[in-house]
Nanobody, 121 residues
């Protein structure tokens, strides 16, 4: 059974930084692209970033480009998302996803339960 468990969320002040963690179990993440998505209240889920299985390529949504870094540690079956210069509009539930491609949520197979990130102004 595939499980993706997010952690690292919480309440952060505007301008601050946070690092999200996604621990995969039931799959060997080394074989899959891994991604981060988010869903703000009243909005559709949107892609934030993804990293290819070999870690050689990353992609970011324009909304976080330049202030976000996705990375992976396959020895730990974990993918990370760091976001700096946080803005109130970054407030959302953040989801980890595995086995997919691109930033469209429909293109991803496995999902975590999500974790809340709230940025206060």
């Amino acid at each position: 059974q595939v499980q993706l468990e997010e952690s690292g969320g919480g309440l952060v002040q505007e301008g601050g930084s946070l690092r999200l963690y996604c621990k995969a179990s039931g799959i060997t993440s080394i074989y899959y692209n891994m991604g981060w998505f988010r869903q703000a209240p009243g909005k559709e889920r949107e892609g934030v970033s993804y990293i290819t299985a070999d870690g050689g390529s990353t992609n970011y949504a324009d909304s976080v480009k330049g202030r976000s870094t996705i990375s992976r540690d396959d020895a730990k079956n974990t993918v990370y998302l760091e976001i700096n210069s946080l803005k109130p509009q970054d407030t959302a539930i953040y989801y980890c996803a595995a086995r997919g491609h691109g930033l469209r949520p429909s293109a991803w197979m496995y999902w975590g339960q999500g974790i809340q990130v709230t940025v206060s102004s």
